[in-house]
């Protein structure tokens, strides 16, 4: 069983929504962004999505935006995506990791080094967000034939002509982007949410995480009643920027985390996964 399948039925018996937490690997440098990982299941992270650098985020706000160029200069690459994976797995072989990003710097690495490479070094999961189901076959061969789930996005405006096409190949779980718009940016409607959500749920037994627009605690709090999870960036990456080179800012990161969450229900012993 994938480390995905295996976390959403563990937290769904203990009666929990999980808490998936995205930074950017190597923000603010490769070395604390290792550290940040670390520290983000015991402080309450359930699964964790690492943001894979590029030069052209097209569906990022300024925040992810801002990350992205802080890896980038500190050196971050593919090959030191990946090795952050290989160094997170000494420690940690029971947290889900999924890569999100774009399409370019897999095609650069080349698909088929990069599936394998990526199985070996731990990832769990992809989010591609500017590959369209119709697009990724070439991808997915490889991306299957390793066992790495291909996790998809879906939007307010995804129709029920449109949902069964991105629902075909999907796996791990489903990425519901709450808003029309880039990350860290406006709150959802909870109640304008709510039909659609229903709607997918009648068509697909997969893990809905919602993400983009979720801070708070409370947000976290009333987003996780319609979702499996809930997905918190920006408010995140908020407070990594600030960490400097010792260290200092990384208890306003796990702080925040934390009670991030507490308000998603009672955590599993690490023994039940």
């Known amino acids: 069983m994938s480390r995905i399948k295996k976390t959403f039925e563990v937290l769904k018996a203990s009666g929990r929504k999980a808490l998936v937490t995205f930074t950017m690997a190597g923000d603010p440098s490769i070395e604390n962004s290792l550290a940040v990982l670390k520290n983000l299941p015991e402080a309450g ?29 500190a050196g971050a690459t593919m090959k030191t995506t990946l090795q952050i994976v290989r160094d997170f797995r000494v420690d940690n ?16 690495y080349g698909l088929e080094g990069f599936a394998k490479d990526a199985k070996e070094a731990g990832v769990d999961g992809l989010i591609i967000v500017d590959l369209p189901p119709e697009e990724d076959q070439d991808l997915r061969k490889f991306t299957d034939a390793q066992g790495i789930d291909m996790i998809r996005l879906i939007t307010p405006t995804t129709d029920a002509d449109r949902l069964p ?24 409607d909870l109640n304008a949410l709510k039909p659609h959500i229903d709607l997918i749920k009648a068509q697909s037994d997969l893990p809905i995480a919602i993400g983009f627009g979720i ?53 599993p012993d690490e023994g039940a996964y």
């Open 215 to 267: 801070k708070t605690p409370n947000d976290a709090q009333e987003m996780s009643a319609l979702g499996d999870a809930v997905v918190v960036g920006s408010s995140i990456v908020e407070k990594v920027k600030d960490i400097g080179e010792n260290g200092d800012g990384m208890g306003d990161v796990t702080s925040l985390v934390r009670s991030l969450s507490d308000v998603l229900g009672p955590r």
């Open 45 to 73: 992270a359930d699964l964790i999505e690492i943001g894979m650098p590029f030069t052209d985020p097209a569906a990022d706000g300024l925040t992810i935006q801002h990350a992205g160029q802080r890896a980038l200069k």
């Open 93 to 108: 072989n029971h947290t889900p990791i999924i890569l999100m990003g774009y399409a370019n710097p897999l095609y650069a």
């Open 165 to 188: 096409v991105v629902l075909e190949g999907a796996s791990g779980f489903l990425y519901y982007v709450s808003i029309t718009g880039v990350t860290g940016t406006a709150k959802a």
